[in-house]
């Protein structure tokens, strides 16, 4: 009978080089209408994203998430960290995560997608969900980007914990902010292309 392949350790990973990221310089915030649509126009260019959302997060018991307040979205030369504070900021984002004509590729999206229902009102369209291509190798644990990037690419994905528990809802994101959101987009669309060479 064949072993199903193994995912690699948290000791493991933290041997490896460090992944390449994306700088400051490739990534744009995006807070307005106007700035909105541009990034729309550079996105529509690209077939494939890589995609995902952050969330302020809650700390009482029953509290209810009214996120996501963070939308990125990236093509392979740059990220956009869309900001959700503005209704027609919000609107553009949902055209594009209800468009056709790109591939939106991340990890463990099955929350996004039900936040995204219920705040923006739309059921993202071509979703493509890269945990499930690993499943299909026959990993069986969940695997999210820090094991993706150390199975595909043998580096070490660096994810800032704090970043990841930060306030999103916030009006003045920090640089590490930015940096957090928009390469986990990158790197989801890295992985996209690594395991599709001819994306879909």
Excluded at 147 to 161: D, G, H, N, T, Y
């Amino acid at each position: 009978m064949q072993s199903r392949p193994l995912t690699p350790s948290k000791e493991q990973i933290d041997l490896l080089a460090p992944f390449d990221r994306l700088g400051l310089e490739r990534i744009e915030l995006i807070s307005t209408p106007v700035q909105a649509q541009r990034a729309a126009a550079s996105l529509r260019a690209s077939r494939a994203w890589g995609f995902d959302t952050e969330s302020k997060p809650t700390f009482s018991v029953g509290e209810a998430s009214d996120g996501p307040h963070v939308v990125q979205l990236a093509t392979l030369e740059q990220a956009w960290v869309f900001q959700l504070h503005d209704p027609d900021c919000l609107a553009e984002v949902a055209a594009l995560l209800a468009w056709p004509g790109a591939v939106k590729a991340g990890f463990g999206l099955g929350d996004d997608r039900k936040r995204i229902q219920s705040k923006l009102g739309i059921e993202p369209v071509r979703v493509h969900e890269l945990g499930h291509d690993f499943r299909q190798r026959g990993y069986r644990q969940q695997i999210g980007v820090k094991s993706a990037v150390a199975l595909l690419f043998e580096r070490r994905f660096a994810k800032s914990k704090k970043a990841a528990t930060s306030n999103w809802s916030r009006l003045d994101l920090s640089e590490s902010q930015l940096l957090y959101a928009a390469n986990d987009a990158w790197a989801a669309l890295r992985c996209y292309h690594a395991l599709l060479p001819q994306p879909r």
